[in-house]
């Protein structure tokens, strides 16, 4: 499953990609992913001593008789709620499509970590790079490929609402590229950052090593809505948005009412409101006292829990 996905992994960068001015030995040139030079194998268990495209560390943060985690280390952290939206939306419709028995085998890549990185370096989206059949592609052709086999699928099986959305945000993005990437800007952040660096830089006649773009760099993912370029954008109307301001507000204070995240919000409210002491992660819910009580909860799809309104009701 895990060799079907990397060339889809790779070449997401293309409307994922949140852009960066990388500094080299050979100068400052901008790419378009801020991971790709930072991979350095396709699949490992490793995270830190050599950064693969996919963990496999086994931490299900579930019951690991029944789950498995997909950890995908090399994907940018988007600002955009467009590019976000597909990013993880789209690996759901491609686990969907694995998990039916659908295969994706000719789409295999010679050098996963190579391409990566001369991808990254292609702003216009063309350069090609070798399958392990022989054949090249550009990382546009191989995304127009899998997104045939999505709208396949589709045509025959059907996605959820929200996995639907996710594909045809999709769809709409390649489509922008393959006309002209650059009027992608109010959905994808790499084209969005490089058409600010650019602007600036032409209007004061600076190098791309001039350490004013480098802030600029940074400023664009300044997450308080009151600073950073993105989220001037916004404000200005040049970003399409997916959800809005009173949607995010809420989702800051209320947990998601269908998942195992409503059980530990409870929780921690209740705890909280009693002046306990207590420890939460991924499956436990704990009462640091005397008693040292714990739940555990192992099911993600799992809202409501007799023993957890019993540990609530004690606190």
Not at 102 to 123: G, K, T
Not at 276 to 283: I, S
């Amino acid at each position: 499953m895990l060799g079907a996905l990397l060339p889809f992994l790779v070449t997401r960068q293309i409307f994922a990609g949140a852009g960066k001015l990388l500094r080299t030995t050979r100068g400052v040139r901008f790419t378009m992913s801020q991971r790709a030079e930072h991979i350095w194998e396709g699949v490992s268990s490793a995270t830190t001593r050599s950064r693969p495209i996919v963990n496999t560390r086994d931490e299900p943060h579930a019951d690991a008789a029944l789950y498995r985690r997909l950890h995908v280390i090399a994907g940018d952290s988007n600002m955009s709620e467009i590019a976000g939206y597909a990013k993880v939306g789209v690996v759901g419709a491609l686990l969907q499509m694995l998990e039916e028995g659908h295969e994706f085998r000719a789409l295999d890549l010679e050098n996963p970590i190579r391409a990566i990185r001369e991808i990254s370096s292609d702003p216009t989206c063309r350069r090609r790079v070798r399958l392990a059949n022989g054949r090249e592609l550009s990382a546009l052709d191989i995304q127009w490929e899998y997104l045939d086999k999505a709208t396949q699928y589709a045509r025959a099986h059907g996605f959820p609402p929200v996995i639907d959305r996710a594909v045809r945000m999709w769809e709409g993005m390649l489509a922008g590229i393959e006309k002209d990437p650059m009027t992608l800007a109010s959905q994808v952040d790499w084209v969005a950052k490089w058409q600010l660096i650019e602007a600036y830089r032409a209007r004061h006649d600076l190098a791309l090593s001039d350490p004013r773009l480098a802030m600029m760099d940074l400023s664009y993912h300044d997450i308080n809505p009151a600073r950073g370029l993105y989220n001037l954008l916004v404000r200005r109307g040049k970003i399409e948005r997916v959800v809005d301001d009173a949607a995010i507000a809420q989702a800051m204070t209320k947990a998601p009412a269908t998942t195992r995240a409503r059980l530990r919000g409870e929780f921690i409210r209740a705890a909280k409101a009693a002046g306990r002491d207590f420890t939460v992660d991924w499956v436990h819910l704990k009462v640091n006292d005397q008693a040292q009580r714990t739940v555990l909860c192992k099911d993600p799809f799992v809202h409501t829990d007799p023993r957890v309104d019993r540990l609530i009701a004690g606190l």
